[in-house]
């Protein structure tokens, strides 16, 4: 049996949207790989994943506090995820993909 691992989602303050953040979420809950759970934020406990969605690459959200909530994060910064140019409409697959290599 899998351990489960769980995901926290934060999101940036939207203020210069260059991608849909609302649509990957909902997209990456359903190509969430089995072995994870998005946590619904009400335990204290970090998260083994954060995935930060920052409609643009400034990431105004990103800060110590935030960082010390989840053991590894996933960034996304406008349409580049970890630092890597993808076209929007691939960003869902890649955080999948990369979730799974964390399996």
């Known amino acids: 049996m899998a ?3 769980t995901v ?6 939207g203020c210069n949207p260059q991608i849909d953040r ?3 979420a909902e997209e990456l809950q359903c190509l969430l790989p089995e072995e994870f759970r998005l946590s ?3 335990s204290s406990d970090p998260w ?3 995935i930060l969605i920052s409609g643009c690459n400034v990431v105004c959200a990103d ?3 935030l960082r010390s909530s989840a053991s590894h994060w996933i ?3 406008g349409p580049m995820v970890d630092d890597i140019a993808v076209p929007e409409e691939e ?13």
Do not use: F, H, Q, W
């Open 75 to 77: 960034m996304v910064r």
């Open 48 to 50: 083994d994943v954060g």
């Open 22 to 24: 609302s649509r990957v």
């Open 63 to 65: 800060g110590p506090e």
């Open 8 to 13: 926290g989602i934060k999101y940036c303050g």
């Open 3 to 5: 351990i489960i691992k």
């Open 91 to 103: 960003i869902v697959k890649m955080i999948a993909n990369k979730l799974s290599k964390m399996a």
């Open 40 to 42: 619904d934020g009400t």
